[in-house]
């Protein structure tokens, strides 16, 4: 099943910027005047910073698509902090329901639920596994995301 289209499009458009970033550097490289003391140009540290940049575009791509998948999610979390996945897909258009369908049949979903149904998690330990810091980082940015939400409506 495709995700659903306008989750495609945008991670399609937000990891489209990686070709960007690609294309000037190589714009970046053809310009440069290697001099005779080799003190301006540094392929190593671009090379770097250039892989550095692309692995945060990708990463914000992902937890952008991530977000819009499981946007209002913790409205469906039951008492025991199990997630009710009925209620989710009641909540998304009949065109993405195969799609959430094989979502919640796979290891990562099944871990998603586990993690945060352990008492690491429920409790907000900081000492709690990268597991846990994970989970509640990604509840943060929903968080920011639904109070933007709201300021625009």
Same mark, same amino acid.
């Given at each position: 099943p495709k995700m659903p289209q306008a989750i495609r499009k945008r991670l399609i458009r937000d990891l489209g910027q990686l070709s960007g970033l690609f294309e000037a550097?190589?714009?970046?490289?053809?310009?440069?005047?290697?001099?005779?003391?080799?003190?301006?140009? /540094?392929?190593?540290? =671009? *090379?770097?910073?250039?892989?550095?940049?692309?692995?945060?575009v990708a990463r914000l791509a992902f937890l952008k698509a991530n977000l819009k998948i499981m946007w209002n999610y913790q409205k469906h979390c039951k008492p025991d902090n199990n997630i009710d996945t009925d209620a989710?897909?009641?909540?998304?258009?009949?065109?993405? /329901?195969?799609?959430? =369908? *094989?979502?919640?049949?796979?290891q990562m979903f099944s871990n998603f639920c586990d993690w945060r149904a352990c008492p690491d998690f429920i409790e907000a330990r900081f000492g709690a596994s990268k597991r846990?810091?994970?989970?509640?980082?990604?509840?943060?940015?929903?968080?920011?995301?639904?109070?933007?939400?709201?300021?625009?409506?």
């Open positions: 550097s190589k714009s970046r490289k053809s310009s440069m005047r290697v001099s005779s003391s080799f003190s301006s140009f /540094h392929p190593i540290s =671009e *090379s770097r910073d250039l892989e550095q940049e692309a692995d945060k989710i897909l009641k909540a998304q258009p009949q065109a993405a /329901h195969k799609f959430y =369908e *094989s979502l919640f049949e796979t846990c810091l994970t989970l509640i980082f990604f509840d943060y940015c929903m968080s920011l995301c639904q109070d933007q939400y709201k300021q625009v409506q």
